[in-house]
């Protein structure tokens, strides 16, 4: 699977959107792009997927570059709640293929 | 619905003992996977049983095992802990593949295991 890189940490004021740049620039054709979020002492939540069109749900925004070497997840209006630390992962769909790395630790402050 | 459930939420155990930690997928759910997170590293990837089968497993020693029973619950295994043993196990479930795959994983809140 192809490596992702995350700033470790990010800080983000509370009600603004919450940028989260991951890149993946050795991404193949046939991989995708998952989010996940870890609050502290729980177990990871799913946030979105993509694999080349721009996609939104209930929880947030994802932009995949037109050559996807790089994304961005997008939380439109952060709250305190989502202070957690935010896996980026590429992976082929294959079951048990999930590989999480150190991801961002954002922080939203009031 | 209920969620992804693990059992016991904190289990203490000294060098040498051997620990099991149960799970309990989402219902409706034939996949499960097993990852271990200490402290201050990311989630490594241990075990995944799918219909009753081990299908992967990561890079772990023969000491850490499991297995998944026929109502697709399942069980972990670590023998001869050691202190490096430490650390947070996260079960996670996932449905059956209805035609495509999509790795969406329903996590629990996992065990953690102190071993002294």
């Known amino acids: 699977d192809a490596k992702t890189t995350q700033p470790p940490s990010m800080d983000c004021a509370e009600g603004r959107a919450a940028n989260l740049p991951c890149n993946h620039s050795t991404i193949s054709g046939n991989e995708y792009v998952y989010w996940y979020r870890q609050i502290h002492s729980q177990g990871p939540q799913y946030i979105i997927h993509?694999?080349?069109n721009n996609e939104t749900n209930e929880m947030a925004s994802l932009i995949i570059t037109e050559d996807r070497k790089s994304s961005t997840l997008i939380l439109p209006h952060a709250t305190l709640r989502d202070t957690a630390v935010y896996y980026c992962?590429?992976?082929?769909?294959?079951?048990?293929?999930?590989?999480f790395g150190k991801g961002t630790k954002l922080s939203v402050k009031p | 619905e209920a969620g992804v459930t693990q059992s016991p939420t904190h289990l203490i155990k000294t060098r040498g003992q051997q620990a099991t930690l149960r799970c309990s997928p989402i219902?409706?759910?034939?996949?499960v996977y097993w990852y271990q997170q200490a402290l201050g590293l990311g989630l490594q990837f241990l075990l995944w049983?799918?219909?009753?089968?081990?299908?992967n497993r990561g890079n772990f020693p023969p000491r850490f095992s499991g297995r998944q029973f026929p109502n697709y619950s399942s069980e972990l295994n670590v023998n001869a802990l050691e202190l490096e043993d430490s650390a947070l196990y996260l079960c996670a479930s996932s449905p059956p593949p209805l035609g495509r795959w999509n790795e969406k994983l329903f996590f629990g809140s996992g065990t953690q295991l102190s071993v002294l």
């Open positions: 992962i590429v992976t082929l769909r294959k079951p048990g293929n999930l590989i």
């Open positions: 219902s409706g759910h034939t996949s």
């Open positions: 993509g694999l080349k």
């Open positions: 049983y799918d219909e009753g089968e081990e299908r």
